[in-house]
């Protein structure tokens, strides 16, 4: 058996979480593989929404098992949290595991991330200040702390000598904190990552690979957030793409099945970096306020845009997708002309892909395609679409080389259409 990864292809927040929930009931385990409490996946369904951070969105379907991959990278307040908010929604909740090889996230983890951005003024890249980059640099510092360090009778002593280092960083930056409180919380919170089951994920994976079970990878962010495919140094701090999936989970290249690519029928980012199709009109306002595009994790408001062919085209081949996922075509409902930036314009030449230089410099140049007025929300089939959102998939499947297989309409689980 092999296993099958799903995965944002643009800035992140596609609507991976709604997609993983959906899908869950074809898998018998759910893995998230890289990234921390940056994510903000969302999960509709009965009337509950709710939004997971580190935890995998299986979570809500008894009888999966869901997995904290080694490529995660926990922190223990905010997992605290997820787990009282999941609790309070009596409703079961499926078998959780941890990796032990999944790096913590320390409160100086946080407060560097915070210094950083700081010193970086106008040039900060928009963390979401949950410590992100100083856990993965203090991992492949090798210096970092694990899950299963936590039990260990010397995991205070290393906890004091890390904590020793962030502070003279922290005092390099001349940032002012407040260590305490964050601390207390921090070490109460264990008590409650402590309950859960820690193992060797990779040994669980590939067992679970050869008794023939079905592993879907939940991937966090997007390919273009990837810390090294992504639009540097404005990313996150993971290989967000399926190479991440299996380094952050022990699968072998050659155990890696279908690749479900996640796609927003526009485009969104939220923090800095460039955007070339980003709008700045009364369009890209409508979709804010039709697609309420405020972040999951941190509430700031997304920048939208029109959909970018060059940078899909980059991010499917980077992850060698096999199927497309779209998103969000119901916030396209009632724009006379839809756009879709095919190429771009760079010192007066046309070209087709991402450059390393200068890629806040490109003038989008876009295709325009006929929209619709229909309310898609309420479909319960893609065959009652108008055609002109049929166009707007074949055009896209032509152009992607890809097929779409799912397209959603909706936050809920029931607003999703199968071609
Ligand atoms: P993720 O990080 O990729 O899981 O995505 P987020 O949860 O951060 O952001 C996606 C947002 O869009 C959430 O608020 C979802 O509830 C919502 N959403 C997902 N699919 C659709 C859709 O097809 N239509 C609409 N209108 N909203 C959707
Ligand atoms: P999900 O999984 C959208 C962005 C931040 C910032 C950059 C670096 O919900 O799609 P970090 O906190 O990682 O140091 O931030 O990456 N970012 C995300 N944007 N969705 C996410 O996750 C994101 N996780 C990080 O806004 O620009
Ligand atoms: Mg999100």
Not at 121 to 130: A, F, N
Not at 251 to 273: L, W
Not at 299 to 315: H, Q, S, T
Request: proline fraction near 4%; charged fraction near 25%; charge should be negative.
């Amino acid at each position: 058996m092999k296993a099958d990864v799903l995965l944002g292809l643009q800035w992140g927040d596609e609507g991976k979480g709604k997609i993983v929930d959906v899908l869950t009931s074809k898998y018998d385990i759910i893995a998230r593989f890289q990234g921390g409490p940056n994510a903000g996946h969302t999960l509709e369904f009965d009337g509950i929404k709710h939004v997971l951070h580190t935890i995998p969105s299986g979570i809500f379907h008894p009888g999966v098992v869901n997995l904290i991959g080694n490529g995660v990278v926990i922190d223990p307040v905010i997992f605290e949290k997820e787990i009282i908010d999941i609790k309070a929604l009596k409703i079961p909740m499926s078998e959780l595991l941890i990796s032990k090889k999944a790096h913590l996230i320390l409160p100086t983890h946080k407060l560097l991330d915070a210094a950083s951005e700081k010193a970086k003024g106008k040039q900060k890249i928009g963390s979401t200040l949950k410590g992100i980059g100083p856990t993965y640099m203090d991992k492949t510092g090798r210096n970092g702390l694990r899950v299963g360090d936590i039990s260990a009778v010397d995991f205070n002593t290393r906890y004091e000598k890390l904590k020793q280092k962030h502070i003279q960083l922290l005092n390099f930056y001349d940032f002012e904190y407040e260590l305490e409180k964050l601390e207390k919380d921090w070490f109460d919170s264990l008590v409650t990552l402590k309950s859960f089951d820690h193992i060797e994920s990779e040994h669980y994976i590939h067992n679970a690979l050869k008794n023939n079970k079905k592993i879907l990878a939940e991937g966090a962010q997007g390919a273009l957030l990837d810390i090294d495919f992504g639009s540097y140094p404005f990313v996150t701090s993971s290989n967000t793409i399926t190479a991440g999936a299996c380094t952050g989970l022990g699968i072998a290249p050659n155990k890696i099945g279908e690749v479900f690519g996640i796609f927003k029928a526009y485009c969104t980012r939220v923090g800095s970096g460039p955007f070339p199709s980003e709008l700045f009109d009364e369009i890209g306002d409508k979709l804010a306020k039709v697609g309420n595009e405020f972040g999951s994790t941190t509430g700031r408001a997304r920048r939208c845009g029109w959909i970018d062919i060059p940078a899909l085209k980059y991010a499917i081949n980077i992850n060698g997708v096999t199927q497309l996922m779209m998103m969000k075509a119901d916030v396209l409902s009632g724009i006379d002309t839809i756009k879709a930036c095919t190429h771009y314009e760079l010192n007066g030449k046309q070209i087709d892909y991402l450059p390393f230089e200068d890629n806040e410099n490109l003038t989008p140049i876009y295709k325009e395609l006929n929209g619709w007025d229909m309310d898609l929300m309420q479909l319960e089939s893609l065959s009652q679409a108008p055609k002109e959102v049929h166009n707007y998939i074949a055009w896209l499947e032509e152009v992607l080389k890809t097929p779409i297989t799912i397209v959603s309409v909706g936050p809920d689980r029931k607003q999703t259409l199968y071609r």
